[in-house]
C-alpha cells in the first residue's frame, strides 16, 4: 500500500491539470488585458484551497513579475475571468465569475502568463525567460488580438518554458477588443446561460479593534494603543478608522487623527505624542505620531471610530472628569492596560464611564512595557506585527479608467493647445528683473493663479500620465532607477511593500515643510516623481548634494549619509528645477498651510512639523550647478505640459529657464577677493590696574591670528591665536608707552597691524590712603614694637 500511495497522488494532480485550463486570451487596447480560466473536468475545483494563482513573466523574465491569488470554486463548465482594472466594463464581469488581477492582467503580447496550484503549474501562455510576440501564418497573434483555446484542447501546457510555436495551433483568432466569448469555454460567443462559479464563502472570524492601553503619564508620555483581537486582518485607513479628542468636556472632536496600518490578528498600533520620551514611541508601521489627539490630561474623552461609527470609547464625551474607583484605577497618572477578556469596545461614547473602570488593569505611571502588545502582560517581542497597508488618501479605490491599484479617475483642468505664454505669465513678463524680489513675487504670482489641489490618491493617476515612457504607454519611468515598469506596478495597498514596485516620491522631501497631506505642497506633482519603494527609502528626506557612496541598487545615485543625496546625472537638472519651482511657489503668505519654503546653500537642514513654519532645502548653488550642467530636454518639457493640464499650472524653469539666473544666480556668485588689511580696536591710554580688551579684525573670512608684545613692561598674554586679548594694565613709576602686534593670515597673504598706547602712572594724591608716606609709617610701628618688647621682658624676667 505505501507503494500505491505516491502514484494515486501522481494521478490526482494529473487529473486537475487536464480538468483547469486557460481557455482565453485577450491582449486588446490600453489596459484591456484578461486572462479567462475554464473548469473542464465533471468535479467542483476550490481555487482557493488548491492554492491556485496566475502569474506574470514580463519582458523575457525568469521570475514571476506579478501574481494573482485566486478564490472561488469552479464547478463543471464554469470560467472565471481575471482582469485588468483599468479595463473598459466589457471586459470585466462582477464576482464571483470575475476577478480583479491587475498585477497579473498586464501582459504586451510579449509576456509569459503562467496558470498554477499548489501541485505545480496547471496551464500557461508564452515562454518563461524569452521575450517574443508570437504570430502565424493562420492569423495568431499575440498582441492586438483576443484569442480562445479550441474546445478539443482539454489539457493545459504544464512545461512553462518549453517552445510556444508548437501551442499556436491551439488557439481560435478574434479581432482585437473582441469581448463576447468571456465567461465561457470555446470558441463561440457566449449565450448567457452557462454555468457560473460558486463564490468564494469565509468562515474566518471578523477583525475587532479595542482600544487596548491607555497611558496619562508625566509630560507628554500620552499613548493611546489599538489592537485587533479578531480573527481578520483590519486595514485601517479604507475602512475609516481615526481617533478623536473631545477635551474639557467638549461635544464636539477638538482634534482628530486619521489612521492607517494593516492590524493583523493578535496585532497593535500604537499612537503617541510626539513629545513622549522614546519607551513610548514605536517605528512604523506599529507607531503613529499624532500629537493634536494625544494630548489629554486625564478628564478628557477618546473616541475610536471607522466609517460605520463609533468602535470604542475611553472617558465619557460631554463630561469632564477624572475617572477614579477602590482598585486604583486613575485616568490621571497612570497606565490602563484593557483585561484580555475584554472583547468588544465600549460603542456607547457619551455613556457613564463607571461602568467601564473595572475593564482595566493599573500600573504605575510612566509604564511602558506593555505597549505594542495586547493585554495585561509585558510585551515579549513576539508579537505579531501590523503591517503597513492602505496609505491614507489610497483608500478610495480606482476608476473605471484608471490603470493602476487606488488610482481614481481625474479630469483635465487646462489644454495645453491653447496656452498662450505671454497671457498666462502677464505679471512676470512686465516685472522689472533689476527688482529680483518683485520679479520672483510676480512669478509666483502667476503660478499660484489656477493651482488646483489634487487629492493624494489622484497623484497616483496624474504620474500615469506626467511620467509615461514615450517608448512604452503602458509603462512609467522611475527617476532615481531610470527603470521603465508598468504603470499598474504601483506600491498601494497590499502591495505597499513590494520594493520593485513604484511609489510617490516627493522630491523635496516632505519634512522639510509639509509633513501633512492636506498641505498644498505635499500633492504638487511638479515635485513628486515615480521612484522604486527600495530607492524612495534610500533616498529618505536628506538634501541634495555632491557626494557619497553608490547605492547599490542603482549605482549611479550616491548617498552621503543622513546628510546629502545624489540624483544620477540625467535627472540632476529636472531635480533642480523642480526645487527652484518648489522655493518660488511656496513664499511666505502666499498659502495659507504652508511655510515659506527657502533654498538655502547648506545641508542637513531642519526637519519640520506641521505648524513650526520652517521649510528649508538644501543646496542651493549645487543644484544651479546641476541645471546648468544638465540642460531641459523634451521628456521634461512634455511633463510641465501635461502637469497644466491636470494641475492648471506650469513650471516657470522649465518654460523660461533664463529667469533662473535673474533669481538665483547672484546669490551663488563668488565675490571678488580684496586685499588682506586688518585693524585693532580697543587701544586707549589706561592708568595702572586697569583692564584693556584689544581685539584685531579683517576685511576677510577663514582668517588665523597670532598675537605679541612689541614693547614695554611685560605682559604675560593668554589666548594669542584668538582675536581678542585682555589683560591688566602693569603698574608703572611713571607715564610708559606700550604696543603689541597681531598679525593675521590667510592662505599664504598675511598682514600685521601695531596697536600702541600709554599706561599712566597714578599721582601720589590719587593713589590710595594707606600707601601715603608708607615709609615713615613703617619705621614709627617698628619703634613701637620694639619698646613694647623691652617692657615685656622687663616685667616677666
Known amino acids: 500500500m505505501k507503494k500505491i500511495i505516491p502514484i494515486l497522488a501522481g494521478l490526482a494532480v494529473s487529473h486537475a491539470h487536464a480538468n483547469v485550463v486557460i481557455t482565453e486570451y485577450v491582449e486588446g487596447g490600453g489596459t484591456n488585458k484578461v486572462i479567462e480560466i475554464s473548469n473542464l473536468g465533471t468535479e467542483n ?3 482557493k484551497d488548491q492554492g491556485y494563482k496566475l502569474s506574470l513573466y514580463s519582458n523575457g523574465s525568469a521570475t514571476a513579475t506579478g501574481e494573482t491569488d485566486l478564490i472561488g470554486t469552479l464547478i463543471p463548465s464554469s470560467s472565471i475571468v481575471i482582469y485588468n482594472n483599468g479595463a473598459t466594463d466589457a471586459f470585466k464581469k462582477a464576482a464571483p465569475q470575475g476577478i480583479d488581477g491587475s498585477s497579473s492582467a498586464n501582459f504586451n503580447g510579449d509576456d509569459a502568463v503562467v496558470l498554477s496550484n499548489s501541485a505545480g503549474i496547471v496551464d500557461s501562455f508564452g515562454q518563461v525567460g524569452v521575450r517574443q510576440q508570437w504570430s502565424n501564418d493562420d492569423g495568431f497573434n499575440s498582441k492586438d488580438k483576443t484569442l480562445r483555446r479550441l474546445e478539443s484542447i482539454t489539457e493545459g501546457d504544464s512545461i512553462s518554458d518549453d517552445d510556444f510555436t508548437s501551442q ?23 449565450t448567457g446561460n452557462e454555468p457560473l462559479p460558486i463564490e468564494e464563502v469565509d468562515n474566518t472570524p471578523p477583525g475587532v479593534v479595542i482600544i487596548s492601553e491607555y497611558i496619562e503619564g508625566g509630560s507628554n508620555n500620552k499613548v493611546i494603543e489599538i489592537s485587533n483581537i479578531g480573527g481578520s486582518d483590519v486595514d485601517l485607513a479604507p475602512e475609516g478608522y481615526k481617533l478623536e479628542l473631545f477635551s474639557n468636556g467638549a461635544t464636539q472632536a477638538n482634534s482628530e487623527a486619521l489612521l492607517q496600518g494593516l492590524l493583523i490578528p493578535g496585532s497593535s498600533i500604537v499612537i503617541y505624542n510626539n513629545g513622549a520620551t522614546d519607551a513610548f514611541k514605536k517605528e512604523a508601521p506599529q507607531g503613529i505620531e499624532a500629537s493634536n489627539v494625544i494630548a489629554f490630561n486625564g478628564d478628557d474623552a477618546i473616541v475610536l471610530s471607522n466609517k460605520d461609527g463609533v468602535v470604542d470609547s475611553f472617558g465619557q464625551v460631554g463630561v469632564r472628569q477624572q475617572w477614579t474607583n477602590d482598585s486604583g484605577f486613575n485616568s490621571k497618572d497612570k497606565t490602563l492596560r484593557r483585561l484580555a477578556t475584554v472583547l468588544t469596545g465600549d460603542t456607547i461614547s457619551d455613556d457613564d464611564f463607571a461602568s467601564q473602570l473595572s475593564q482595566w488593569s493599573v500600573f504605575d505611571k510612566d509604564t511602558a512595557d506593555g505597549l505594542g502588545c495586547n493585554g495585561e502582560d509585558i510585551c ?9 497597508g492602505t496609505e491614507i488618501g489610497d483608500e478610495t479605490g480606482g476608476g473605471s479608467e484608471s490603470i493602476c491599484t487606488n488610482c481614481p479617475d481625474i479630469t483635465k483642468v487646462a489644454d495645453q493647445a491653447t496656452f498662450n505664454d505671454s497671457v498666462y505669465y502677464t505679471n512676470t513678463i512686465t516685472a522689472d528683473e533689476s527688482n529680483k524680489a518683485a520679479f520672483k513675487a510676480a512669478i509666483t504670482q502667476d503660478i499660484s493663479a489656477f493651482h488646483k489641489q489634487l487629492s493624494y490618491s489622484e497623484v497616483w493617476t496624474a504620474m500615469t500620465y506626467t511620467d509615461q515612457d514615450p517608448a512604452i504607454a503602458d509603462n512609467i519611468l522611475l527617476i532615481y532607477s531610470g527603470r521603465s515598469i508598468p504603470k499598474a506596478e504601483n506600491g498601494s495597498g497590499s502591495a505597499s511593500t513590494n520594493q520593485d514596485y513604484w511609489n510617490r516620491e516627493h522630491v523635496w522631501a516632505k519634512s522639510h515643510g509639509f509633513p501633512d497631506s492636506s498641505q498644498l505642497g505635499y500633492t504638487d506633482i511638479h515635485h513628486l516623481r515615480p521612484a522604486d519603494v527600495s530607492m524612495n527609502t534610500q533616498r529618505s528626506d536628506n538634501d541634495f548634494g555632491n557626494g557619497g557612496t553608490p547605492v547599490t541598487e542603482a549605482p549611479e545615485n550616491s548617498k552621503n549619509g543622513s546628510i546629502s543625496w545624489e540624483p ?12 527652484f519651482y518648489m522655493d518660488t511657489r511656496y513664499e511666505v503668505g502666499n498659502v495659507s498651510n504652508m511655510p515659506d519654503l527657502v533654498l538655502v546653500d547648506k545641508a542637513e537642514t531642519l526637519r519640520t512639523g506641521f505648524s513650526d513654519g520652517i521649510g528649508e532645502l538644501g543646496k542651493l548653488c549645487t543644484l544651479l550647478e546641476w541645471h546648468e550642467n544638465d540642460p531641459i530636454d523634451e521628456f521634461e518639457l512634455k511633463r510641465n ?6 494641475q492648471g499650472n506650469r513650471n516657470p524653469y522649465i518654460d523660461h529657464p533664463e529667469w533662473i539666473d535673474v533669481v538665483y544666480k547672484e546669490q551663488c556668485e563668488t565675490p571678488v577677493d580684496t586685499a588682506l588689511t586688518a585693524s585693532i580696536s580697543g587701544a586707549q591710554n589706561v592708568e595702572e590696574g586697569q583692564s584693556i580688551t584689544l581685539t584685531a579684525s579683517a576685511n576677510l573670512e577663514d582668517i588665523t591670528y597670532t598675537w605679541q608684545q612689541v614693547s614695554g613692561p611685560e605682559i604675560t598674554l593668554s589666548n594669542t591665536t584668538e582675536a581678542s586679548i585682555t589683560f591688566t594694565a602693569p603698574e608703572v613709576d611713571s607715564d610708559t608707552a606700550i604696543s603689541f602686534s597681531v598679525t593675521i593670515t590667510k592662505n599664504s597673504e598675511t598682514v600685521t597691524e601695531i596697536a600702541s598706547f600709554n599706561i599712566t602712572n597714578k599721582t601720589e594724591e590719587a593713589k590710595p590712603e594707606e600707601n601715603k608716606s608708607s615709609s615713615g609709617g613703617s619705621l614709627y610701628y617698628l619703634f613701637t614694637m620694639l619698646i613694647g618688647l623691652g617692657l615685656f621682658r622687663r616685667k616677666y624676667s
Open 641 to 646: 505640459n501635461t502637469i497644466y493640464e491636470y
Open 45 to 47: 475545483v476550490n481555487l
Open 380 to 388: 515579549t517581542g513576539t508579537e505579531p506585527q501590523p503591517g503597513v
Open 568 to 579: 544620477r546625472n540625467q535627472v540632476k537638472g529636472d531635480v533642480a528645477r523642480m526645487m
Open 168 to 190: 499556436l495551433s491551439q488557439w481560435a483568432t478574434f479581432d482585437k477588443d473582441t469581448s463576447d466569448g468571456l465567461g465561457c469555454m470555446g470558441e463561440a460567443a457566449c
